[in-house]
């Protein structure tokens, strides 16, 4: 019922920011819960951030409190995930996902995912 594509991802230096993109079709995005969660090579996926429908409650992993910002554009049916002050610890493959739940930060409750971007962070 619900395409995702992700964008953004890209090469940066530690202590850079970079902003991933999510664009929902076929169903309109404030329907759905969104989250974001990321994969790094030969380890399994993590939740990284999960935001509500109408953006009124946020969830963060604790690796990223205060660093990343998860928001929401249901009129461009569009996710923003804003990182800044990255890590090399924060390499991974991205992916943007959607709940039929409300909320929810548990990898088994995403209904849709999208494909992934790639975000590296050097030293």
């Known amino acids: 019922q619900v395409q995702l594509l992700e964008s953004g991802g890209g090469l940066v230096q530690a202590g850079g920011s970079l902003r991933l993109s999510c664009v929902a079709s076929g169903r309109p995005f404030g329907l759905y819960g969104m989250g974001w969660f990321r994969q790094a090579p030969g380890k399994e996926r993590e939740f990284v951030a999960a935001i509500s429908p109408y953006g009124r409650t946020t969830y963060y992993a604790d690796s990223v409190k205060g660093r990343f910002t998860i928001s929401r554009d249901n009129a461009k049916n569009t996710g923003f995930l804003q990182m800044n002050s990255l890590k090399p610890e924060d390499t991974a493959v991205y992916y943007c996902?959607?709940?039929?739940?409300?909320?929810?930060?548990?990898?088994?409750?995403?209904?849709?995912w999208g494909k992934g971007t790639l975000v590296t962070v050097s030293s």
């Open positions: 996902a959607a709940t039929n739940r409300v909320v929810s930060t548990n990898l088994g409750d995403m209904d849709y």
